[in-house]
């Protein structure tokens, strides 16, 4: 399989320096309840991603705008080649973290939580078989995942930049899971409406076995948006300004 993602990179859990703006909880590492702030930081921060952030370079995220993504046939239930443009990714703004913990000591970052409702907007080329039926079409298309949970997990090593340490990523990985997934592919079949909602249908009914099959797609592109942002955010904010 060839998967190939141009994604705007967009999530955050907290900030804490000067340059960031003032509604942001700051936390300090030599606080004895710092994780306890970084947590509660990370909860308020992510329900203030609504708009753009110039100072960080982070985009609007209701919704995250991803301007392309492929996925190339891998066999299966779902044997489609599929092409997805002018994407809006909503819901991620509403992410309840059951945990978040970032570890100076091991130089690691935890982040657990769900997110009720994922909707995955975009204008959709397919091309291929689901359940060896044919589905073939462009138009647009909805993706929803019902009650999306992810568990993140990162290492990170410290740099020095003229005299100041940044984070760095090692390391990053990634396991989802969705309750229920829906799809709505509009058009299908040049617009044959009796043979489009016939697959939508197909497809809605066996939602499990193909939500099976596209998850590790769904894991690696969700991995990519929080790597980015972190490897974002890390750059540009030293370890002293974002702690001290």
């Known amino acids: ?122 204008q959709y080329e397919l091309n291929g078989k689901v359940l060896l039926l044919p589905i073939k079409g462009e138009g647009d298309s909805n993706v929803t995942l019902i009650n999306f949970h992810a568990n993140y997990r990162t290492s990170y090593e410290e740099v020095v930049k003229n005299n100041k340490t940044y984070f760095k990523t090692v390391k990053s990985e990634l396991d989802s899971s969705a309750e229920r997934w829906y799809f709505q592919f509009d058009n299908l079949f040049n617009g044959n409406k009796e043979l489009g909602d016939n697959i939508n249908l197909v497809m809605n009914d066996n939602w499990k076995e193909i939500a099976d099959e596209l998850q590790p797609e769904y894991n690696e592109i969700v991995r990519q948006i929080l790597e980015g942002i972190f490897e974002k955010i890390w750059s540009k904010t030293s370890l002293d300004e974002f702690l001290d």
Request: charged share 25%; with cysteine; hydrophobic share 40%.
């Open 1 to 122: 399989m060839i998967m190939r993602y141009y994604i705007v990179f967009a999530f955050l859990a907290t900030l804490s320096n000067c340059s960031i703006p003032p509604n942001f909880k700051r936390c300090f590492r030599k606080d004895p309840n710092f994780k306890k702030c970084y947590s509660e930081a990370a909860q308020f921060g992510t329900t203030q991603l609504t708009k753009a952030y110039e100072a960080l370079g982070t985009p609007n995220l209701e919704p995250l705008h991803i301007p392309f993504l492929t996925v190339r046939d891998k066999g299966g239930v779902f044997s489609v080649d599929q092409i997805f443009k002018n994407c809006n990714l909503s819901g991620l703004t509403t992410l309840k973290f059951d945990q978040i913990e970032l570890d100076l000591e091991k130089k690691s970052l935890i982040a657990d939580g769900v997110i009720p409702k994922v909707e995955f907007k975009c």
